[in-house]
């Protein structure tokens, strides 16, 4: 056996291995690092959404109500059912499905941005 045949065996043996090894762990790594990238993005796309559909009901349907005096709790609620509903068909089923994933509660998550975009949107009219 010679040099050659011995450094052909120590990779054979030792490297090649180690070498897989690396492969399969950067491979796991990327396909995470693409997974948990997507899911900002559907998460991101779901917080746009409950805000477009916010600001969307209070300009058509809210404003319309307290010029007119109208406003009270039941069109209030009205108001929020309408605003869910337009986040829920704008932000689509992939982030539907991704808010679902990461908080357990959509109707949870979705209720609680709809309260804070509205408190945003008042805040910013306030200005």
Do not use: C
């Not at 704008?90 to 808010?99: L, P, R």
Request: charge should be negative; aromatic fraction near 8%.
């Amino acid at each position: 056996m010679n040099i050659t045949d011995i450094i052909a065996l120590i990779v054979e043996t030792a490297l090649l291995p180690i070498l897989a090894w690396g492969v399969a762990e950067f491979t796991k790594y990327l396909s995470k690092k693409i997974e948990n990238e997507t899911t900002e993005k559907y998460i991101k796309f779901a917080l746009d959404a409950v805000h477009s559909a916010v600001k969307e009901t209070a300009q058509t349907y809210v404003s319309a109500l307290k010029s007119s005096g109208e406003w009270n709790d039941e069109t209030a609620r009205i108001a929020f059912e309408n605003a869910k509903a337009i986040a829920i068909v704008t932000m689509g089923k992939a982030a539907q499905e991704a808010v679902q994933e990461m908080t357990g509660d959509i109707d949870a998550w979705l209720e609680a941005q709809i309260e804070a975009s509205t408190y945003a949107l008042k805040g910013a009219s306030n200005e």
